[in-house]
Structures are given as C-alpha cells and as structure tokens.
C-alpha cells in the first residue's frame, strides 16, 4: 500500500498552520517546517508520524486552516 505523498508547500502551509494551534517551538511545527524545506523521505516520515501523533482536535484544527 502507497503512502499519500504531500507536497513541499501543502507541508510549509500545515507548519504555519500549526504555528498558531500549537506554538513555534512546537516539535511537530518544527519537524514539519523542516519536512517542507529538505523534502527528504526521513524528514517528511518524522514529520508525518508526529503529526499522526497529535490530538485529533489539534490535527483537524491545523488541516481546516490550510483547505483551498
């Protein structure tokens, strides 16, 4: 089974996102901020599993922020 792949900016979006929800130095904010600046495969799994890792509330906040 394929994992979806988010693009760079959709990821850079979520951080700012989060910024406001849960803070700057927040370790899923930052994880997530440096996924969409590297795009490396590592970087955008710690990011993924730290967002997967949040209240349901924080992530539905986050991702009702960046709808188009």
């Given amino acids: 089974m394929d994992e979806t792949q988010i693009d760079r900016a959709a990821m850079g979006r979520l951080a700012k996102a989060l910024e406001f929800v849960r803070g700057v130095d927040d ?4 994880a997530l901020r440096k996924a969409a600046e590297t795009g490396t495969a590592r970087d955008i ?14 992530r ?8 188009d």
């Fill in 27 to 30: 370790p899923t904010t930052v």
């Fill in 45 to 58: 799994k710690a990011a993924r599993t730290l967002f997967l890792r949040l209240k349901s509330s924080d």
């Fill in 60 to 67: 539905r906040a986050a991702l009702a922020m960046i709808e």
